[in-house]
């Protein structure tokens, strides 16, 4: 999610600073026309004649609007995106003082508590609102089955000792590497 939160404050400066230069050019050349002076950077002076041909419902124009509203949804869809919690609420210390845990550290502690069960050599975790997803590695032949479960107890239990408002479901998959 860090990739599409980039993209969202990628694009949110990128459309800022076009309003802003836009905004710039656009008061220039309105006070270059009240003096009567000629333009700056835009040819007003020579679209007048044209821009008087135009319709509303001409190709050029309805193409513009088409790709403007376009880029538009494409904005409000990067920005109503839902996107991941950076931190999970726990039970509170203290009466009216909410705390929070990181999703790394939710991860950390999940991954802390597989890799200390017997038999686990390698593990990773995905954390999401109510779930925690655990990839456990074993070097031991057929030990998948008792390993799951033996893994799912020790993950449960560190993230009990966290004290998460919501306990997370815990899924785990062990892989066998020979």
């Known amino acids: 999610m860090i990739v599409l939160h980039l993209v969202n404050r990628l694009l949110a400066?990128?459309?800022?600073?076009?309003?802003?230069?836009?905004?710039?050019?656009?008061?220039v050349e309105v006070v270059r026309w009240a003096l009567d002076m000629s333009s700056w950077l835009v040819p007003w002076r020579r679209w007048g004649p044209a821009l008087e041909d135009l319709r509303a419902d001409d190709q050029a124009v309805?193409?513009?609007?088409?790709?403007?509203?376009?880029?538009?949804?494409?904005?409000?869809?990067?920005?109503?995106?839902?996107?991941?919690?950076?931190?999970?609420?726990?039970?509170?210390?203290?009466?009216?003082a909410p705390t929070v845990t990181t999703r790394a550290g939710v991860g950390n502690a999940a991954t802390t508590a597989a890799r200390g069960v017997s038999g686990v050599s390698q593990a990773s975790a995905a954390v999401r609102r109510s779930t925690v997803?655990?990839?456990?590695?074993?070097?031991?032949?057929?030990?998948?089955?008792?390993?799951?479960?033996?893994v799912r107890s020790a993950v449960e239990q560190a993230l009990a000792d966290l004290e998460l408002a919501r306990a997370p479901r815990v899924k785990v998959s062990v892989e066998e590497k020979h």
């Open 133 to 150: 997803s655990l990839r456990v590695r074993t070097r031991a032949r057929g030990a998948a089955p008792g390993l799951t479960e033996e």
């Open 13 to 27: 400066a990128v459309v800022s600073l076009a309003i802003v230069v836009a905004a710039v050019i656009v008061s």
């Open 62 to 96: 309805l193409a513009a609007a088409a790709v403007a509203a376009a880029l538009g949804l494409l904005l409000l869809a990067f920005e109503l995106k839902r996107r991941r919690p950076d931190a999970l609420p726990t039970r509170p210390l203290l009466e009216g």
